[in-house]
């Protein structure tokens, strides 16, 4: 599975539990990567955390798709950092030329 990554939804650990889950978001995960891409093109640039929270839905659905974009050069970080509210700091995403055309 990590071979095919981004282009499938990863999985970690090997307990079999992540893969089980990969395979269930599988069918919907171009869908959500859209939605990832179309929550930043609405806020211009954000932190996943905040493209979550206009997105409608599930941080758990959304936040790994913002990896699988960067890994396949749709989005990018700013080089600027805000905190989550948890207060934990994050990076600023930003749709590149090539996300923008994807959309």
Not at 42 to 64: K, Y
Not at 74 to 102: F, H, M, Q, W, Y
Request: proline share 8%.
């Amino acid at each position: 599975m990590a071979d095919r990554y981004p282009d499938i939804p990863g999985a970690k650990g090997p307990d079999g539990t992540s893969q089980d889950a990969a395979e269930a978001i599988a069918p919907t995960v171009s869908h959500l990567r859209r939605l990832a891409m179309r929550s930043l093109e609405q806020l211009g640039e954000a932190t996943p955390l905040e493209a979550v929270a206009i997105s409608g839905v599930t941080r758990e659905s959304l936040q790994p798709r913002f990896s699988e974009l960067r890994t396949m050069g749709l989005i990018e970080p700013t080089g600027a950092r805000r905190r989550n509210p948890s207060g934990k700091s994050a990076s600023v995403l930003r749709l590149t030329d090539k996300g923008r055309a994807a959309l």
